[in-house]
Each structure stands twice: as structure tokens, then as C-alpha cells.
């Protein structure tokens, strides 16, 4: 079967007689050295009858993508393991089942089925939650059955396998701002596929969205999904509070009702001073998720606790995490994108051997706008 792995940066393919590799593409993340490439490793045994597998499912995957999070796996992989080994890698899928065990209920073979990320519970105690697999690009892979998720013949391809993680967790962070008609919305990082994921999530409401972006290359794309004034910011701490446009429109609206970051620590403690009082912020993610480990310096704007808090105090805000989201987030987003009340952005497809340029779209490309996928021949 197929895996797209990452090499230890020690590799030596010939010492390797266990698997067979398919050439190594080689590409630069973060001016680190990443190889990466196809690799075939036997065919997995499922044994349908046996006790432990009876609510277990065989999927055949095919296509997958990767999300920020895989960043840091991906550096890990390549610094610290052990010579001439390899790390498979992927955290979205779609796939078609191919086999179940004896007490699978609502799955069948031929099903489509993708992730079921629920967090913080699976639904089926002792069933881990959240993200099933850090290497879901493996072709053939088993899950229990509370993990996937079927899918209508309406979602492509191509989208099913972008969907599990944005729109989980785009679904939940929605659900849980409960935005009132009217309510001014501040989005960081709009380019990223999770502030994508909830600016379309968003469409549903009658709400002003003000987003944030370090490249106004795609403010017609952005506007066209329903932002009302697309803010260019500079990559570098204090980018929001210097910046003339977002205090007009602060000033203007006397501040956002709520606001989605997915990088907390570049901004939460500035737009906490951009926030109408009773607002809610609400953030998923951390930016500094690698920068120890691949020796690199990060200086995070957002690190005067005290600041913060003093302006979430005095001005009655709320301060909301977010991991990922319910089995009923996932449900709906699949319910608006059949009914057309969801869009996903794809940005491009690979295939085949473009490994390298699967990951350099992934994560180089500055003119990235949406999720890449690798697809299965
Ligand atoms: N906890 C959860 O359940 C969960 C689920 C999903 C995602 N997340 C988190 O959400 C975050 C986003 O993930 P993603 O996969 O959507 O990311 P992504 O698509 O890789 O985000 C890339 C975007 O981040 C912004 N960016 C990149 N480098 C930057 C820099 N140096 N300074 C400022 N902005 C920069 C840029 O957007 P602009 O140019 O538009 O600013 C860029 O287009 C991550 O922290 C991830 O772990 C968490």
C-alpha cells in the first residue's frame, strides 16, 4: 500500500531493503531540508471475525491533506528520527470502506466515509477523541467505527478531503460565538484554511466580518465570501494597534462584538484593546508550534498576562478555547455544504509522484488560498 512520508534527515534508501521508495523530492520549510516522497509498505491484514476488530472498519483512503498542526510533526520526523526511518503524515482524509468488523452498525462496505474528529468526547468510552490518526495519508488504515463519518456522493473527492478539521472545528467556534444579527466579527489570518473555514461558516448569519491578512492578493476572493473590509496587516508584533485602518473601524463600530484568532500569540493581547465591551474572543490555536525545535526565534506579541486580563476584566469579555468540535458540528457543516450554505475553498490537487510539490504548495506558497490535496491515482 501508498504512505506520503517524511525521511529522517538521515536517510539512505539502499540500506532500506523493507520498503519500496519512490524517489525522494526534497524541499525547504522554514529554511530546514525536508525529504519527503511515496513510499509502499505491505498490505495491512484485517481479520473481520476477530473479537478486537468487531467495531472496527477497513477504509481505503483516497485523497488526503494536511493541516498547520502536521507542521510541527513534519519537523519532528525530519530532526529527530532515527536514521533511514520515515513518518507517515496527513491529519484529513476521505476513503471508501473495504471491509467491517461483526457489530459495525451504519457503516457498510462501499461507504465513503471521512473523520469524525469529536473532542472532547469520541462518543465510545475508552475511544480516544479529537484527531484519530497523525498519519492518515496511509492508503489502507482501520478505525472504530465512532471515528468516521459517512458522506453523500454530493461532496467531491477533493473537498471531503479537506473537511474533517476545518469544518469541525469552523462549525463549533460559530456555535459557540452564537453571533447576534448585526455583530461586528473580527477574523485573523483570514487566509488561513480555519479562518476560511469560519468566514464561510459565518455566511449563515447577518453579521458585519472585518478580517485581518499579511497579503491582500486575494481581498476580491475574500470579499466575495462575505467580508465587509479586508484590514492588510504587517507580520510583526503590534501589526493590529498600528494600524489606522482596524481603530477606524473599531472606533466607527465601537469595537468587535466578536473576534476569531487562530494564532493567539500573535494577537489576543492586541485585540483585546479593539474589543465592544461583553465581546467574545475566541482562538483554536497557538502560531509557536515549532520554533524551539527547529532553533528558530519566535517573540510572541501576545505574552503580557496581566494586560490582558485587566482588559477582558474591565471590559466584561469573554475568552473562549476551542479544540476541534462535536460530532453534531460535523454534521452540520456536511448538511449546509449539500444545501449550498457552505463553501470550501480548495486551492489545488496533486497526484502521483508530486510530493515535493504537494507540501511546497502546502506550506511555501504565499499565493496559497485554501486547502491542498493529495489525491490516490
Ligand atoms: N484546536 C483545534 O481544534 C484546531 C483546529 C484547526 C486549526 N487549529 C489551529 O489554527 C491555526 C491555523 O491553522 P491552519 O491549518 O488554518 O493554518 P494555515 O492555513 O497554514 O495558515 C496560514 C496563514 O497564517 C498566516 N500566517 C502565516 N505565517 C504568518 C506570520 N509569520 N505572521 C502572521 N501571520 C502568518 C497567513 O494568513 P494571513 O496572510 O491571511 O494573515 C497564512 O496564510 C493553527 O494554530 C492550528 O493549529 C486548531
Redesign the pocket.
Known amino acids: 500500500m501508498k504512505n506520503v512520508a517524511i525521511y529522517a534527515n538521515k536517510i539512505n534508501q539502499l540500506k532500506n531493503p523493507i520498503y519500496g521508495f519512490n524517489g525522494i523530492d526534497s524541499i525547504d520549510m522554514n529554511d530546514v531540508p525536508i525529504f519527503c516522497g511515496l513510499v509502499e509498505t505491505k498490505d495491512i491484514q484485517f481479520d473481520k471475525n476477530s473479537l478486537q476488530n468487531q467495531f472496527k472498519v477497513l477504509v481505503k483512503k483516497t485523497a488526503f491533506s494536511?493541516?498547520?498542526?502536521d507542521?510541527a510533526i513534519i519537523f519532528e520526523a525530519t530532526i529527530k528520527s532515527p536514521e533511514d526511518s520515515f513518518f507517515v503524515v496527513g491529519s484529513d482524509f476521505v476513503g471508501e470502506v473495504v471491509d467491517i468488523g461483526s457489530e459495525v452498525i451504519g457503516l457498510k462496505i462501499g461507504d465513503r466515509v471521512i473523520a469524525n474528529?469529536a473532542?472532547p468526547e469520541s462518543g465510545v468510552p475508552g475511544v480516544i477523541a479529537?484527531i484519530p490518526s497523525n498519519s492518515e495519508s496511509k492508503e489502507y488504515q482501520v478505525f472504530h467505527q465512532v471515528k468516521l463519518m459517512k458522506i453523500p456522493r454530493q461532496i467531491p473527492d477533493e473537498v471531503a478531503a479537506a473537511f474533517s478539521?476545518?469544518a469541525?472545528?469552523s462549525y463549533?467556534i460559530v456555535r459557540k460565538l452564537n453571533p447576534t444579527k448585526g455583530a461586528n466579527i473580527l477574523v485573523?489570518?483570514?487566509?488561513?484554511?480555519?479562518?476560511?473555514?469560519v468566514i464561510n461558516a459565518l455566511k449563515k448569519y447577518d453579521v458585519n466580518i472585518y478580517?485581518?491578512?499579511?497579503?491582500k492578493l486575494?481581498e476580491d476572493e475574500l470579499k466575495a465570501l462575505g467580508v465587509k473590509e479586508v484590514i492588510l496587516?504587517d507580520?510583526?508584533a503590534n501589526?493590529l494597534l498600528e494600524n489606522q485602518s482596524i481603530q477606524k473601524i473599531a472606533a466607527k463600530t465601537g469595537g468587535f462584538n466578536c473576534v476569531f484568532d487562530?494564532?493567539f500569540d500573535?494577537y489576543l493581547e492586541q485585540v483585546v484593546q479593539l474589543m465592544a465591551i461583553g465581546g467574545k474572543y475566541i482562538?483554536?490555536?497557538?502560531?509557536d508550534?515549532y520554533c524551539e525545535l527547529i532553533n528558530q526565534p519566535f517573540t510572541p506579541s501576545s505574552s503580557n498576562l496581566n494586560r490582558v486580563i485587566s482588559y477582558v476584566m474591565t471590559n466584561n469579555l469573554e475568552i473562549i478555547g476551542?479544540?476541534?468540535?462535536l460530532t453534531e458540528d460535523l454534521q452540520n457543516a456536511i448538511q449546509d455544504y449539500i444545501s449550498g450554505d457552505l463553501k470550501v475553498i480548495i486551492d489545488s490537487v496533486f497526484t502521483g509522484n508530486q510530493i515535493g510539490a504537494f507540501f511546497e504548495r502546502?506550506?511555501n506558497a504565499?499565493d496559497?488560498f485554501g486547502?491542498v490535496v493529495y489525491k490516490y491515482d
Do not use: E, M
Open positions: 494536511c493541516n498547520y498542526r507542521k474528529n473532542y479529537g478539521i476545518g469541525q472545528t463549533s485573523t489570518a483570514a487566509k488561513s484554511n480555519t479562518s476560511l473555514f478580517a485581518t491578512t499579511t497579503s486575494f496587516v507580520s510583526k501589526s487562530p494564532f500573535l482562538t483554536c490555536g497557538i502560531y508550534q476551542n479544540c476541534i468540535g502546502t506550506y504565499k496559497r486547502k
